[in-house]
């Protein structure tokens, strides 16, 4: 099993462009999410999603939009980046209710906004 | 929202010694789990508490939550040249985590 998997692994983008990022997972996990992670700030929730066609807004979803079609796959947007978009992002499933069990990361896409 | 916090932010040891990091938080929680993440790398679970147990064990790994006063422990004994990375708490409750700023170990050989 590959786990989760992230696409791209970087990216650097004029801003104003627009990428998707893709998150795909093979253990069949009901839960995905989209996090960011900036110097000092831990991990922050983007979008996350509790099953196949649904999506739910986290602690910072302004500028990004998601999508969850098939449910091994999560893509997360960026429909016009900035600057501040710049960051770490890491994508995540679980099985359940995360509250009930472990989060497994992908490796994260380092993307720079210029 | 729930939001764990761990100190001290930084710690640095010798191989061999034990690191020890504290993380409290504010609201009720379900469970509160610990990660560790390796530099340039995603986080990787390494155990979790439920808000009924007091002491869980992993290994090289002691964890300690005290519900009463919103805090938790992270243990770790014998420490390796390979424990150094950012550690992490999380507590969980509803349909997410909520992560802290994390807690930066450097384990010197």
């Known amino acids: 099993n590959a786990g989760v998997t992230q696409t791209p692994k970087f990216r650097v983008l004029k801003t104003g462009q627009s990428m998707t990022l893709l998150c795909a997972q093979d253990m069949n996990h009901e839960y995905m999410y989209w996090y960011r992670q900036d110097p000092g700030m831990g991990l922050r929730l983007i979008h996350y999603?509790?099953?196949?066609?649904?999506?739910a807004k986290g602690e910072v979803p302004d500028g990004y939009n998601v999508s969850r079609l098939k449910k091994q796959n999560f893509l997360l947007g960026l429909e016009s980046a900035a600057p501040s978009q710049t960051s770490v992002y890491f994508c995540a499933s679980s099985v359940t209710i995360p509250g009930d069990n472990e989060q497994f990361f992908g490796p994260g896409t380092r993307l720079t906004v210029l | 929202s729930q939001q764990g916090e761990e100190d001290p932010q930084a710690l640095s040891i010798q191989e061999g010694e034990n690191a020890t990091m504290n993380c409290s938080y504010k609201t009720s929680i379900n469970n509160l789990q610990w990660y560790r993440q390796n530099s340039g790398r995603g986080l990787v679970h390494l155990i979790l508490?439920?808000?009924?147990?007091r002491e869980k064990h992993s290994g090289r790994l002691r964890v300690t939550l005290d519900t009463s006063k919103k805090s938790s422990s992270l243990l770790i004994t014998a420490s390796r040249a390979a424990d150094t990375a950012s550690y992490f708490c999380?507590?969980?409750?509803?349909?997410?985590?909520?992560f802290g700023k994390g807690n930066q170990v450097v384990v010197i050989p």
């Open positions: 999380a507590t969980g409750g509803n349909n997410r985590l909520a």
């Open positions: 508490i439920r808000s009924n147990e």
């Open positions: 999603s509790v099953g196949e066609g649904t999506t």
